[in-house]
């Protein structure tokens, strides 16, 4: 008996079981977790925010004077702000704050959350996750590990007693506060999530530490696009009003450009500014630094002239106060000189001066000064820095960035 031809409907109708399954498959594909959207972020890794905000801050101020560890005193806030794109962001940790805000935009669109505002915390807490001398590997863990003070009641700091046994911060007694993002450990245990997809929640990490920040800052109300949300979940973060002017002008800065990118495995010096806006000084000491300094920068600037030997006519310091914290023999406003660049030193010891010194007395000197300057600067910064660990001695630390830059 020959075959029975089919109909066009009864063929169609053969048709709909099999696009059952495919659509069942599909949908059997996306609930299990495997399904990765174009931007590479998988469903798995879209952390949850909480409805309500976190009553416990995720940090506290650390030192006596309340300055939290990323900001040097010396620099205080105005030089910190001052100093954003010299300082510049580890690559490591762009990406995190980068990732934190696309995440959090998953978890939660109506946070708004923007990677400048996690960057400018990961600033002032932590320089990047570089202060005390550490600096983020390429997988952006922090080496050799970021804690803060004891968290005992002393000296101004807050009381906390342990709440980790110890095994985040290394002490069984007090908490400190941990990592880039300086997490005290019990905010740790509730807000800590593993961004990385290492298999650990770890503090230390700046891609953990980044969005379990975002995690915080979304936590309940608030659309942090406007200023006054965004506030408000910055104080929730650490409670000082000093704390959140800062964070919101860095992340003003930071949302305009004002920053650059810069390589892992590098630790920078404390020291972000010159003795002329140095805040441990007093105003009269600056006044002095500013006016000692231009006066170096004259001098080391105007032609020099052969002079004959003469051992009645010794050379004297300028006039006026130095540029560092110490005190001269005699000044007793606790500065001392600018150091001087060497006189058979080449006026340009970085590759931004040559090349400005390449278009001296040209057209184009004063348009290109900005860009070479700022080379020059971050250039010797970083030379002197690999010279001089931490910037310390300081003396020596400035007197090698005077000399690249003269």
Known sequence: MGARKLTRWQKAGALVPMGVLVVAWGAALGNSGLATASDGIADSDIPDVPATAFEQPA???????????????????????????????????????????????????????????????????????????????????????????????????????????????KNSVFDLAVGPMQFIPGTWK????????????????????????????????????KTSDAAAAVKRYNN???????VLKISAAYANGDFTKSPDGMSTSPVLTSSSRDQTLTPAQRDRAATSQKK?????????????????????????????????????DGSKPTPTPSPTKKPSGTLGGGIQDGVKDTPLAPITEPITGLLGLTEANLRCGLQFPLGLPKDKFDACVYDLMH
Do not use: F, M
Not at 120 to 130: D, K, L, M, P, T
């Open 190 to 225: 509730s807000v800590g999530v593993d961004s990385d997809n290492d298999g650990t929640k770890n503090p230390q990490s700046i891609n953990d530490a980044a969005t379990s920040a975002g995690i915080y800052l979304c936590a309940g109300e608030g659309d942090l696009a």
């Open 296 to 332: 170096a920068e004259k001098k080391a600037a105007a032609p020099k002239k052969t002079a004959k030997p003469s051992s009645t006519n010794p050379t004297k310091a300028p006039a006026g106060g130095g540029s560092g914290s110490g005190s001269p023999s005699g000044s007793g």
């Open 59 to 169: 940090s506290v101020q650390q030192t006596p004077a309340g300055v939290p560890a990323g900001v040097d005193q010396k620099a205080g806030a105005a030089g910190t702000v001052a100093t954003l794109s010299t300082n510049g962001i580890p690559t490591s940790a762009l990406s995190a704050y980068r990732r934190a805000e696309t995440l959090l935009g998953k978890a939660d669109e109506k946070c708004h959350l923007p990677w400048n505002l996690v960057a400018a915390i990961g600033r002032v807490e932590s320089n990047h996750g570089r202060s005390n001398g550490n600096a983020l590997d390429s997988d952006g863990i922090a080496q050799p590990g970021i804690y803060g003070v004891p968290l005992d009641g002393n000296d101004g700091r807050a009381k906390i007693g342990d709440t980790d046994s110890g095994a985040l911060d």
């Open 240 to 246: 000082s009003d000093a704390y959140v002017d800062l």
